[in-house]
């Protein structure tokens, strides 16, 4: 099954701004809403965008998403050290019949 | 408060079996559909299984399918995960995961199983 391309790593010093790619296919992102996931070291993944660019109660506005045809991506403005996470992206996947997610990316704050 | 807690994973050689449960409080659990999602250590989230609210629905990424079947138990507030004939590319953190009402989206999350399969 098709998997969402992300790169592996990404990484800013503190007050920066990161942005993360996520790339699928007309099945997923192209036709679907994205979301995004943070997963805390060593806990559960909570959802963080959803519908391409809301943001859950609770989450800061310094985290925004954006979608584009087939590529969505997650961008974090003044960069802090409890940001540092693995990202997910995520769609529903017409040919899977469920949810198809990213590779995911490991955010480094240096 | 939504909380998810899953149980019932374990070690089990190739070719065993294993009964995930997951029960859920602080939401009206009927109305919602239900998944198990995986995540093999190091490695990046899977999604296995979903459930629909209706009860009519089930649906299975295909390296499951004939090996793993979803249940729910809405009186008891219970989703379940059947695993048999496991394999160790299975060995995974086993998660819940309520839908969030949009195809795709997962809102809440147990903290997760672990299930290892090996000899």
């Known amino acids: 099954h098709s998997v969402l391309t992300q790169p592996p790593s990404a990484s800013a010093t503190p007050g920066q701004r990161v942005t993360i790619s996520c790339s699928g296919n007309s099945s997923n992102i192209g036709s679907n809403y994205v979301f995004w996931y943070q997963q805390l070291p060593g806990t559960a993944p909570k959802l963080f965008i959803y519908?391409?660019?809301q943001r859950p109660s609770g989450v800061p506005d310094r985290f925004s998403g954006s979608k584009s045809g087939t590529s969505t991506s997650l961008a974090i403005s003044g960069l802090r050290s409890e940001d540092e996470a693995d990202y997910y992206c995520a769609a529903w996947d017409d040919s899977l019949g469920g949810p198809v997610f990213g590779t995911g990316t490991k955010v480094t704050v240096l | 408060e939504v909380q998810l807690v899953e149980s019932g994973g374990g070690l089990v050689k190739p070719g065993g079996s294993l009964r995930l449960t997951c029960t859920a409080s602080g939401f009206t659990f009927s109305i919602y559909n239900m998944n198990w999602v995986r995540q093999a250590p190091g490695k990046g989230l899977e999604w296995v299984s979903s459930?629909?609210?209706?009860?009519?629905?089930?649906y299975y990424v295909d390296s499951v399918k004939g090996r793993f079947t979803i249940s729910r138990d809405n009186a008891k507030n219970s989703l379940y995960l059947q695993m048999h004939s496991l394999r160790p590319e299975d060995t995974a953190v086993y998660y819940c995961?309520?839908?969030?009402?949009?195809?795709?989206?997962?809102?809440?999350w147990g903290q997760g199983t672990l299930v290892s399969v090996s000899s």
């Open positions: 519908k391409n660019n």
């Open positions: 459930f629909s609210s209706s009860s009519r629905y089930m």
């Open positions: 995961a309520r839908g969030s009402g949009d195809p795709g989206g997962l809102d809440s």
